[in-house]
């Protein structure tokens, strides 16, 4: 089982930059693609970004180019550098991990409890 826990969120101006992290529990991170997600308020969860355990990396096209995905395993974190911020990035932000990485919800069996990115204008 893995814990998950998100930290970096806060209120910034449009244009700053953020970084998100996502700490993970056990020593079985390494095995685990992660994926970040966020969810507007009225809104459906959507997916932002992913990284697999090879460290490929996948991309939403309204945050290709702004947002960058990592990992560190000797850490047991991955992060989420977002650069550019807009109005429109404003959500909660959720890292998540599974054993494939995918776009979809279900694909992931562990979560976080989220953590609250503002972009004012």
């Known amino acids: 089982q893995v814990q998950l826990v998100e930290s970096g969120g806060g209120l910034v101006q449009a244009g700053d930059s953020l970084r998100l992290a996502c700490a993970a529990s056990?020593?079985?991170?390494?095995?685990?693609?992660m994926g970040w997600f966020r969810q507007a308020p009225g809104k459906e969860r959507e997916f932002v970004a992913a990284i697999s355990s090879g460290e490929s990396t996948y991309y939403a096209d309204s945050v290709k180019g702004r947002f960058i995905t990592s990992r560190d395993n000797a850490k047991n974190t991955a992060y989420l550098q977002m650069n550019s911020l807009r109005p429109e990035d404003t959500a909660i932000y959720y890292c998540?991990?599974?054993?494939?990485?995918?776009?979809?919800?279900?694909?992931?069996?562990?979560w976080g409890q989220g953590t609250q990115v503002t972009v004012s204008s």
């Open positions: 998540a991990a599974g054993p494939k990485v995918a776009m979809r919800i279900p694909a992931y069996a562990y």
């Open positions: 056990g020593r079985t991170f390494r095995m685990y693609d």
